[in-house]
């Protein structure tokens, strides 16, 4: 299955894996390179560390070349009056008679904790599209659903403070 990405996803991993192959790798391979010097490798404790930091840091490296290249570039563009990626969006949850704010994102910035739905999960699937004041039901899975009321949309501003995240 392939990941669904914006072309702005897409420029911070390639800037990630530029940081990493410039500046990461350098430290990591000085860090192995000082270690080995302290002589026995079988108990050098340094020298394991340091290695296990250089191949996390290639490993990364790997998973966001790879994260590029299997893409599915996707559009952030929606009309202003429909819920889109990177709006956040004002839902009311009838079962719970409370009101919460999401921004739809790619699954990749997915970060619940802060409010920042997949436009791949379930309440993010149903409000793509539709537009404030529908009605809208969120199917979960085959024995479980419930209708969100869409508030407000607002156009959202990538200024950078979502991260990917890392697996």
């Not at 050098?44 to 790997?62: G, L």
């Not at 599915?72 to 949850?93: L, Q, R, W």
């Not at 024995?143 to 890392?166: A, H, L, M, P």
């Amino acid at each position: 299955m392939y990941d669904q990405l914006t072309e702005q996803d897409i420029q911070k991993m390639k800037e990630e894996i530029e940081y990493r192959k410039l500046v990461v790798r350098k430290n990591a391979l000085e860090a192995v390179k000082e270690a080995r010097a302290h002589g026995d490798l079988s108990e050098n404790f340094e020298y394991h560390a340091a290695k296990k930091d250089k191949n996390q840091n290639e490993s990364r490296i790997r998973y966001l070349e790879k994260m590029i290249r299997t893409a599915k570039v996707i559009s952030t563009d929606s009309a202003d009056d429909e819920v889109g990626m990177n709006n956040t969006v004002t839902v009311y949850f009838e079962e719970d008679d409370e009101e919460e704010v999401y921004r739809i994102v790619t699954t990749i910035r997915g970060n619940s904790l802060k409010n920042l739905i997949s436009n791949e999960s379930p309440l993010g699937k149903a409000l793509m599209g539709h537009k404030v004041g529908e009605r809208v039901e969120v199917v979960v899975d085959d024995s479980y659903s419930y209708f969100v009321q869409i508030r407000k949309i607002e156009n959202t501003v990538d200024e950078g403070e979502d991260q990917i995240r890392k697996f």
